[in-house]
């Protein structure tokens, strides 16, 4: 999935925590060095390759 910054997205589940997250929606703010995003959904990295998410909405440009 391409994700970038400004884009919408929605946490269906975050690997190996547990599930506060779950059900939480947020804008990307930023990606780091190695891929994780970052962003309003809370304090927690969203990684790409291993945790549960959705797109909700492309950035507008």
Do not use: C
């Not at 269906?12 to 997250?21: G, P, S, V």
């Amino acid at each position: 999935m391409d994700v970038k910054v400004g884009d919408k997205i929605r946490i269906n589940h975050l690997k190996d925590e547990d599930d506060r997250y779950d059900g939480r929606e947020g804008v990307v703010e930023y990606i780091d060095s190695i891929g994780q995003l970052h962003g309003t959904w809370g304090g927690l990295a969203v990684i790409p390759e291993v945790d549960d998410f959705m797109l909700l909405e492309k950035a507008h440009k």
